[in-house]
C-alpha cells in the first residue's frame, strides 16, 4: 500500500508522511508501554529487560548514524534536501532490511510469548509504520533513477525481509527460557522505542505540532482497542468452549 501512494506523483507528500508516521508512531508506543514492557519484565526481570531497551535503542541509533536512517519515512524532510539519491537509496535500503528483519523477530517472538494475542497487536503496530515506510521508500527510489515499476518490486523485496525476521525468529525462539524471550522482546520494544522517538522528534521540527498529537493519540487508542477486543474474543472463544 504505501509503495502503490509512492507511485503517485513525483515523490513524498509531507502532510500525508506525518499524519501516517505519526499515527505508527502511537501505535508502536502503544504496544510497547501496555504491552511488550509488562510482558518483558515479567519473563525477565526489571534489570534484564531495561537493559534489554538500552540495548535495543543503541543498536539502532549505531544504524542511523553510521548507515542511514533506519526510518526513512521520518526522514522524509532530510531526505527531500539531500544530493546523491541512488547512494542515499541503497543505504536507506540496508538500513531498513535490517529494521524490517527486527520487526519479523518482534513479532515472532511476541507470538512466543505468555500473552497470545502479543503477537497480533506487534504485527498491527508493524504494519501501520509499513505504509509510510514503502511510500518514503518507492518515492527515494524513484528519485534515485528507478521506473515506478522497479521502485515498487524494490520496496516490496526489502520489506519481505520482515517475513525473514519471523521465520527466524520463530525457528531461533523453539526451546528458549522465559527469560532469553523477555530478554528479547525487551529488544525489539527499544527498537520500537527509537523509531517513536526519533519520528516525533523529526514531525514536531517539521510540522503543525497539533496534529501530530491528534495522530499519535489515534494510533495509540487504535492499539489499546484492538487489544480490548482481542482480550474479549479470546475470552469468548473460551466461554463457547
Known amino acids: 500500500m504505501g509503495g502503490l501512494l509512492g507511485m503517485i506523483g513525483k515523490g513524498t507528500n509531507h502532510r500525508t508522511l506525518c499524519a501516517l508516521v505519526s499515527f505508527a508512531a502511537g501505535a508502536l508506543l502503544s504496544v510497547t508501554l501496555m504491552h ?9 526481570g526489571w534489570t534484564y529487560a531495561l537493559t534489554s531497551v538500552a540495548a535495543g535503542v543503541l543498536v539502532f541509533y549505531f544504524i542511523g ?8 519515512a521520518c526522514a522524509a524532510s532530510a531526505i527531500d534536501q539531500r544530493t546523491g539519491y541512488l547512494r542515499l537509496g541503497i543505504l536507506l535500503m540496508i538500513a531498513l532490511g535490517i529494521h524490517s528483519t527486527m520487526d519479523g523477530l518482534a513479532i515472532a517472538i511476541g507470538a512466543e510469548s505468555s500473552i497470545p494475542m502479543l503477537g497480533v497487536l506487534i504485527l498491527f503496530a508493524v504494519s ?4 509510510p515506510e514503502g511510500l518514503a521508500l ?9 521506473s515506478k515499476k522497479s ?7 526489502i520489506e519481505l525481509t ?13 526451546g528458549f527460557s522465559n527469560i532469553w524471550l523477555g530478554i528479547l522482546l525487551a529488544h525489539a520494544g527499544g527498537s ?16 503543525e505540532r497539533t496534529s501530530i498529537v491528534v495522530y499519535l493519540t489515534t494510533g495509540f487508542i487504535a492499539i489499546w482497542l484492538l487489544a480490548i477486543i482481542l482480550a474479549k474474543t479470546e475470552a469468548f472463544s473460551h466461554m463457547a468452549h
Open 65 to 72: 548514524k553510521y548507515v542511514s536512517f533506519i526510518c526513512p
Open 138 to 146: 518507492t518515492s527515494v527510489a524513484r528519485l534515485a533513477g528507478f
Open 192 to 207: 520500537f522505542l527509537y523509531v517513536v522517538g526519533f519520528a516525533l522528534i523529526t514531525e514536531w521540527s517539521e510540522h
Open 128 to 131: 501501520y509504520h509499513k505504509i
Open 36 to 44: 511488550i514492557m509488562p510482558e518483558a519484565i515479567e519473563l525477565a
Open 151 to 157: 521502485a515498487l518490486i524494490t520496496t516490496v523485496l
Open 162 to 174: 520482515t517475513g525473514l525476521g519471523a521465520f527466524i525468529g520463530l525457528i531461533a525462539t523453539t
